[in-house]
Nanobody, 121 residues
Framework: QVQLVESGGGLVQPGGSLRLSCAAA????????MAWYRQAPGKQRELVAR???????NYLDSVKGRFTVSRDNAKNTVYLQMNSLKPEDTAVYYC???????????????WGQGTQVTVSS
């Protein structure tokens, strides 16, 4: 079995910073691109940032210059450094990736449990 375990959410004032982590645990042969999504109350889930296995990144326009996605392939972990946070960044943040559990196996899609980020004074 594979799990994505997230950590790092919380309450922060506008202009503050948080760092989210998402670690893949279990039987893992290979991991594809890793991504962070967020979902605010009453809104659709949206892609915030994505990083390929080779390190290429892309971002939601509204977070460019403020958020940085990175990964540690040796630890099967993806990070999201969030700086200059704004109230509109308030949401539940989810990590997502595809994992191959053994050589030649199928790519299966996994989601983290979600972590709440609240930006408020």
């Amino acid at each position: 079995q594979v799990q994505l375990v997230e950590s790092g959410g919380g309450l922060v004032q506008p202009g503050g910073s948080l760092r989210l982590s998402c670690a893949a645990a279990g039987s893992i042969f290979s991991i594809s691109a890793m991504a962070w999504y967020r979902q605010a109350p009453g809104k659709q889930r949206e892609l915030v940032a994505r990083i390929t296995s080779g390190g290429s990144t892309n971002y939601l326009d509204s977070v460019k210059g403020r958020f940085t996605v990175s990964r540690d392939n040796a630890k099967n972990t993806v990070y999201l450094q969030m700086n200059s946070l704004k109230p509109e960044d308030t949401a539940v943040y989810y990590c997502n990736t595809n994992i191959m559990q053994y050589n030649g196996g199928a790519w299966l899609n996994y989601w983290g449990q979600g972590t709440q980020v609240t930006v408020s004074s």
